[in-house]
């Protein structure tokens, strides 16, 4: 009898073909995809946006650049100086705060000789990506004790000079070997690499709002907020399968509305139940950890209507290609984890390999958090949003055409 | 009902077809105000095309469609005067009756305040009351199909399309269902009732026609079709008490009967034309044991033997030529 069971089960999966390719393609399929994009958090693969500004312009700091530019995941760009711009510590701070570098390097003093400054390089980094800026930290202190082991006793010496008086020819010389010696074995392998940790000085940027949040609050607001907005839409869209198998859909067919009313009242009804869902989120972010959703309202709301619209449509599409509830179910499992996987809700992109953080602005999430962190965080206004907002929007449309072209071709079934 | 109704619904010379098949060709048909029509026919006769049709979600390749004078594939209008009472319990489970006759009353197009007074007189006039206020999925499958065909024509449609309204339901519920029925033809609804269940046809249905071969013909009252088709021909069956040997079936044929292959090897059935010549015949039976033997007028059930060529019974000859008597 047990064999009876399982032979119709088995029977049921196998005469629905578009829930069998869903059961046995899609789980192999999240796992390349969850294994690229976790395979990230632990540095492998990673791809960092970093922007640098080299203000010594010393023969050490070009070396260092050259140096900085062989590591792997670092997508270097250099600020060009030229021009006589001395604020490159406020143009860093500017684009790791756009989100347009994942950090920043400032070579701000002539790292062997200048010892007056607190640290000759400066790393700049997003509370709200405070993993980028520890991975720069640690990956420049590994640099220089790698390949700039004499530097600190270089700046030692130098201080020495000014406070004891200068050394002796002599001294001078035995001191050029000794420096010598270090560099000849760091090359080798053979000596034992000073601390560097005083060289670089970790900077944290905090968010342009001026509310006390360390960015993960705007960011995992968001990130979780489109989660559940294509969760529950998906859900929500499936009762569309329910109806069309009950008859309702068929009655209300017959009825004057027609396929464009049940099609679009119900995606109507998922975007406002998203609506409500999203405020719920952020008032919490707001009551717990003060963020300033008021003074930011009417930009959160422009967002938050346009990305639960995206997740309500992009639930009823799917609903409209399945045929069954058990093709629904999986597609709608697999497209939610996918979407969020790649789309940043469950890892910030930056710490995801290139290619897959390129991937990720075909999702509706990674707008949707860009949009939210850009209120919330960067402090953007409606002439930096627009974008994620004419994305959020066009597909959204583009999404509800095809379910009601669906709908029509249902009804004509 | 009389013919010199007005017509509510008219199918003329309508064609359909399904690529590489032909479903409906030259189909015609009128319903008439207050009329309930029995649309008969085998599985995929092209039924369930004609309903689409006729709610304006196909489009046919040639011919007209009128609802109430109008093409319901083009107007809300005609598409808001009829009613469609499908197969299954088509209403929202987790709703109330009265929740489930106010949505699609307003579904149907009517404003919340006359969808709500219409909901509550539906439900008086289809005999909800005691369950108005009980979740559908509470419900038993007699008050669902109740509550299925009241939300049907809680926007008082002028049209009720009925497909197998009252499927797996026990027989009193059924008969409660078919007087409502016959109750809102009286009122004047014209109904268009799809159903296997051939004695609810015959009961309920004013004028009945057979979808064959994508025309229905014969359309006429059961009364008409069964005279025209049996010409006074009466149904005989014979029911013996085990299945009979080769010299007992040669006898049993020789005299018109022939073998009923839905009933099984020991009933039979022929054609007489009174009660006296199945009793001279049933002389000949005398040492045949013989269980139970009678005779009846022909039904529905015998048309449709006739009409879709199924094996067996004597009275699938129909007798064309007394038509007109």
Do not use: K, N
């Given at each position: 009898m047990i064999l009876t069971v399982l032979r119709i089960m088995w029977l049921g999966l196998w005469r629905d073909r578009g829930a069998l390719v869903l059961a046995f393609l899609f789980p192999p399929l999240l796992f390349v995809v969850f294994a690229e994009v976790f395979s990230g958090s632990t540095g492998e693969g990673l791809a960092l946006n970093i922007a640098l500004a080299d203000q010594s312009q010393s023969g050490f700091s070009r070396q260092l650049i050259d140096s900085i530019e062989t590591i792997d995941g670092f997508e270097l760009s250099v600020l060009d100086l030229q021009g006589g711009l001395p604020a490159a510590d406020d143009q860093l701070s500017d684009l790791v705060r756009r989100g347009a570098a994942d950090a920043a390097i400032w070579v701000?003093?002539?790292?062997?000789?200048?010892?007056?400054?607190?640290?000759p390089i400066v790393v700049i980094g997003d509370s709200s990506k405070a993993l980028a800026l520890a991975v720069v930290q640690g990956r420049l202190q590994g640099l220089l004790q790698q390949e700039f082991p004499a530097l600190n006793v270089a700046r030692a010496v130098t201080l020495v000079d000014i406070l004891a008086g200068p050394y002796s020819p002599e001294q001078q010389q035995l001191l050029d070997e000794v420096l010598a010696e270090m560099e000849a074995e760091a090359a080798t392998g053979e000596a034992m690499p000073e601390p560097v940790n005083s060289l670089i000085e970790p900077r944290m940027l905090q968010g342009?709002?001026?509310?006390?949040?360390?960015g993960g609050i705007s960011y995992y607001a968001g990130a979780v907020a489109i989660l559940f907005l294509l969760f529950s839409a998906m859900q929500g869209a499936i009762s569309l399968i329910d109806e069309r198998s009950s008859g309702i859909v068929d009655r209300l067919l017959a009825g004057?509305?027609?396929a464009g009313v049940v099609v679009f009242g119900k995606g109507l009804f998922l975007n406002l139940q998203g609506l409500v869902q999203v405020s719920l989120i952020f008032a919490l972010a707001w009551w717990v950890?003060?963020?300033d959703w008021f003074g930011k309202f009417d930009l959160w709301l422009v967002t938050a209507v346009l990305a639960s619209a995206n997740a309500a449509w992009l639930a009823m599409l799917t609903a409209s290609l399945c045929a069954t509830r058990q093709q629904a179910q999986t597609a709608a499992a697999f497209l939610v984890l996918i979407l969020s996987a790649i789309g940043g809700s469950?890892?910030?992109?930056?710490?995801?390999p290139g290619w897959l953080r390129e991937l990720?602005?075909?999702?509706p999430n990674a707008w949707a958090i860009e949009a939210w962190q850009g209120i919330f965080?960067?402090?953007?206004s409606w002439s930096e949003l627009w974008l994620a907002w004419l994305v959020l929007g066009l597909t959204a449309l583009l999404a509800m055409w095809l379910s009601l072209v669906l709908s029509t071709r249902y009804a004509r079934a | 009902m009389s013919l010199s109704e007005p017509v509510v619904a008219a199918l003329q010379d309508v064609r359909f077809d399904y690529p590489g098949q032909t479903?409906?060709?030259?189909l015609d048909l009128e319903l008439i105000r207050g009329e309930c029509f029995g649309l008969l026919g085998p599985n995929g006769a092209g039924k369930s095309t004609l309903i689409k049709l006729l709610c304006g979600r196909l489009q046919p390749a040639s011919g007209r469609i009128l609802v109430n004078g109008q093409n319901p594939k083009l107007s809300a209008a005609a598409r808001r005067s009829m009613g469609l009472v499908p197969q299954?319990?088509?209403?929202?489970?987790?709703?109330s009756v009265l929740e489930n006759l106010i949505a699609f009353a307003q579904l149907s197009g009517c404003r919340r305040s006359a969808a709500r007074s219409a909901a509550k007189q539906t439900i008086r006039r289809c005999g909800l009351t005691s369950v108005?206020?009980?979740?559908?999925?509470?419900?038993s499958g007699g008050w669902q199909r109740r509550a299925n065909i009241a939300c049907g024509v809680v926007h008082a449609p002028s049209l009720l399309v009925l497909d197998?309204?009252?499927?797996?339901?026990?027989l009193p519920a059924r008969l409660e269902i078919e007087h409502l029925l016959a109750e809102m033809a009286s009122n004047g609804m014209t109904i268009l009732l799809i159903s296997h269940d051939l004695d609810q046809v015959e009961r309920l249905a004013d004028r009945v026609g057979f979808l064959v071969r994508g025309a229905i013909e014969p359309i006429g009252s059961p009364a008409e079709l069964l005279k025209r088709f049996f010409s006074g021909r009466f149904e005989w069956r014979v029911m013996l008490d085990q299945a009979p040997e080769a010299g007992v079936q040669q006898l049993l044929t020789d005299l018109g009967l022939e073998a009923d292959p839905a009933a099984g090897p020991m009933h039979w059935l022929g054609a007489v034309h009174s009660d006296q010549q199945a009793s001279q015949r049933m002389r000949k039976l005398e040492h045949v044991a013989v269980k139970e033997w009678r005779v009846r007028q022909p039904g529905l059930d015998a048309l449709w033997r006739a009409l879709f060529d199924q094996p067996g019974p004597g009275m699938n000859q129909p007798d064309v030529s007394g038509s007109s008597a």
């Open positions: 701000r003093a002539e790292l062997s000789s200048d010892i007056d400054s607190d640290a342009a709002t001026g509310v006390d949040d360390d004057p509305g027609g950890y003060g963020i469950m890892m910030p992109r930056f710490l995801m990720g602005w075909l999702t965080w960067r402090g953007q | 479903v409906l060709a030259e299954q319990v088509a209403l929202y489970r987790h709703l108005a206020q009980r979740p559908v999925h509470e419900l197998e309204p009252t499927v797996g339901v026990d």
